[in-house]
């Protein structure tokens, strides 16, 4: 059960970190309002890291800011590294 909600909420907040990184880069093509960056970077803190990277490159979008191409790396290190921690101690 746990196993199950886990693994459908990394999905989520992973598709929807890729669909940001995407409606953002749309809006930067139209000038239009951008998504703020703690926005972005917030969902990659979330579990969303590996959406965001994937948008991030896919979509050509943040990948001249050090702010996303060192940060969200980091952040899916940081959570690969907790991921082992838990399921070790368990």
């Known amino acids: 059960m746990l ?6 909420y990394l999905v989520l907040v992973n598709a929807l970190a890729f669909i940001l990184m995407l409606a953002d880069k749309q809006k930067a093509i139209k000038g239009a309002w951008r998504i703020p960056e703690a926005t972005l970077m917030g969902i990659a803190l979330l579990g969303g890291s590996i959406g965001a990277i994937c948008g991030m490159y896919l979509v050509r979008h943040k990948t001249r800011h050090i702010k996303f191409t060192l940060g969200l790396p980091l952040i899916l290190a940081v959570q690969l590294v907790l991921v082992y921690l838990i399921k070790s101690a368990i």
């Open 3 to 8: 196993f199950h909600f886990l693994t459908t």
